[in-house]
Structures are given as C-alpha cells and as structure tokens.
C-alpha cells in the first residue's frame, strides 16, 4: 500500500509536501517505538496519509465534509483547510481501503486535535509540528524533547505553540484546539507520563 500511497502524493501533492509527509511518517513511527506502541506500522500508516487532502480546493473540502456529514461550524466555512485533515481520513478509507478506526482517527485529528485522543492520534498530531523540516529553533527543541518524555504535556505544549502562532498571524481559531489544549494540559498536570527505560534506550 505504500507504493500506492506515495505513486498518488506525487501526482496529488508538491514535492515539498511529499517531503514534510516523510518525515512526519519517520517520527511519528519513532515516537511509536519509544511510547511501545502496540502496533507501530499504524504510526507509518497514519503519517503517510495525514496530508492526502491537503492541497484540495477549498470547495472540494466543503462538499466531501457536508458529503460525509461532518459538522463544518463557521470557522471551518471561514476557512475550509481546517477541514484537510478529516477529509483526509475519509480519502484514506475510500481511496486505499484503511478500515482501521484508530488510524483513520490519528489522521482526522493531526490538525485541531481533539480532547481524550488516543496515544497514536497524540503522536502523529505532535510529528506533524515537530518534524525537523520545521525549523530547529530553541523553542521547538525543547518541544521535541518533551514529545519523547511525556506525550500528554507534548499536545498540551504543541497546541500552545500553533495557538501562538495562529494568533501571531491573526488566522481564526478553531474551538477544538482551545478544547485539546485544555483537555491535555489538565490530564498532564493530573497524571505525568512517565517513560519505560527499555523504550528510551530504542530512541
């Protein structure tokens, strides 16, 4: 299937795209071995096709989403890349046959997140900002290096870092990002995660 995948990135998708899809597919598979992951070829398989809709027109984006019956709210009309990200998983399943419900959810949710998001959805949200192409700033070091000590902390601080910049560039903001900011940020002060020596020395 990753043939498949990759054939249809190159016809679908920039270069540049392809590139950034890579390296979110190597980290959040990276992520995925040292969190021990029970099955790390979701991880791949989530990160491979997490920007299928990407580069969708907007209108497309609109039509698929009411198509599937998604909630498109305001914002998402305002701006309707927020919804490539659904789309996406809805591409996945009917364009290459993913009928698993956890990695069509990880592609769903690698955009706004979404509160109570399962351990590969959390991964392949924080690859998708923290993969190297995006820069090697101190900030984002640091993130790296909290994305392999407590994951729960990771989507808490990488939703401040997008929330940030959203703000920054005066973009609208989508309630679920609020919403998993919150729901991670409380759920990293409740319970810390802590990780198992075996699965740091694999790093």
Not at 1 to 29: D, F, G, K, Y
Not at 148 to 159: C, G, L
Request: aromatic share 6%; hydrophobic share 40%; net charge negative.
């Amino acid at each position: 299937m990753r043939e498949q995948v990759l054939a249809w990135l190159a016809e679908n998708v920039p270069p540049s795209r392809v590139n950034h899809i890579l390296r979110v597919e190597q980290m959040a598979t990276e992520l995925a071995v040292h969190y021990q992951l029970e099955d790390v070829t979701k991880a791949a398989k989530a990160g491979l096709m997490h920007d299928l809709a990407k580069y969708f027109p907007p209108e497309k984006l609109l039509s698929i989403a009411r198509k599937e019956g998604l909630e498109v709210d305001y914002v998402m009309e305002a701006a309707p890349h927020l919804l490539h990200a659904d789309v996406s998983a809805i591409i996945a399943r009917d364009t290459f046959g993913v009928e698993d419900e956890e990695v069509l959810q990880a592609i769903a949710n690698h955009t706004l997140g979404r509160p109570g998001m399962s351990l590969l959805s959390c991964i392949v949200f924080v690859a998708d900002t923290l993969e190297p192409g995006r820069g090697d700033t101190p900030e984002l070091e640091n993130l790296r290096a909290i994305s392999r000590e407590n994951i729960d902390r990771a989507v808490w601080k990488t939703s401040d870092y997008s929330l940030k910049f959203l703000i920054e560039s005066s973009c609208l903001i989508h309630q679920r990002t609020i919403a998993t900011r919150n729901w991670f940020l409380q759920k990293s002060r409740k319970q810390p995660q802590s990780v198992p020596l075996s699965a740091d020395k694999r790093w």
